[in-house]
T-cell receptor, first 113, second 111 residues
């Protein structure tokens, strides 16, 4: 039982390059989330998926796209990376009910030069 | 504007003492509040949830209070240990169907 698995752990991109961050959970959770974490700013929600087949924008969606491939997998795509997207990206999952705790992966550290 | 505030300065305490961390919020009326622990290089880990109709919640050496009038939650670790050193995040239900997090307070417990 691995919980939430994110790949890759580290990535360096040049400005304008694209990449997809992968996330998979094995807890049969309906809801999945992508957050970014920057020093002094806490975790900010990029996108979330309340259930398979649905996605919604969070607080900072610009420059990102997501795909809920199936119940297990939720990917985050940067089409044209910018230095402002240098951050640590966390994927999380939870059960569908409102007060469910989030289960986080260990993050992808992305640097855009 | 809506805000969640946690003390950005690190809290340094001696082993065995009680650590108290604060989470203040404005312009929200959350139905519940959660606390997470985050170690360097790792994702946050859920610790406790407290609902708006609960004044206090305990789990082993952890205690959380929730004052909806003051718009504040306090997180206490009693008999603190060096292994408790980490960053602690509060998170609120802000009606967005996803949690909104504070920026966290780093706790350092000195042996």
């Amino acid at each position: 039982n691995a919980g939430v698995t994110q790949t890759p752990k580290f990535q360096v991109l040049k400005t304008g390059q694209s990449m997809t961050l992968q996330c998979a959970q094995d807890m049969n959770h309906n809801s999945m989330y992508w957050y970014r974490q920057d020093p002094g700013m806490g975790l900010r929600l990029i996108y979330y998926s309340a259930s398979e087949g649905t996605t919604d924008k969070g607080e900072v969606p610009n420059g990102y796209n997501v795909s809920r491939l199936n119940k297990r997998e939720f990917s985050l795509r940067l089409e044209s990376a910018a230095p402002s997207q240098t951050s640590v990206y966390f994927c999380a999952s939870s059960e569908a009910r409102d007060n469910s705790p989030l289960h986080f992966g260990n993050g992808t550290r992305l640097t855009v030069t | 504007s809506q805000k969640i505030e946690q003390n950005s300065e690190a809290l340094n305490i001696q082993e065995g003492k009680t650590a108290t961390l604060t989470c203040n919020y404005t312009n929200y009326s959350p139905a519940y509040l959660q606390w997470y622990r985050q170690d360097p290089g790792r994702g946050p880990v859920f610790l406790l949830l407290i609902r708006e109709n609960e004044k206090e919640k305990r789990k082993e050496r952890l205690k959380v209070t929730f004052d909806t009038t003051l718009k504040q939650s306090l997180f206490h670790i009693t008999a603190s240990q060096p292994a408790d050193s980490a960053t602690y995040l509060c998170a609120l239900d802000t009606g967005r169907r996803a949690l909104t997090f504070g920026s966290g307070t780093r706790l350092q417990v000195q042996p």
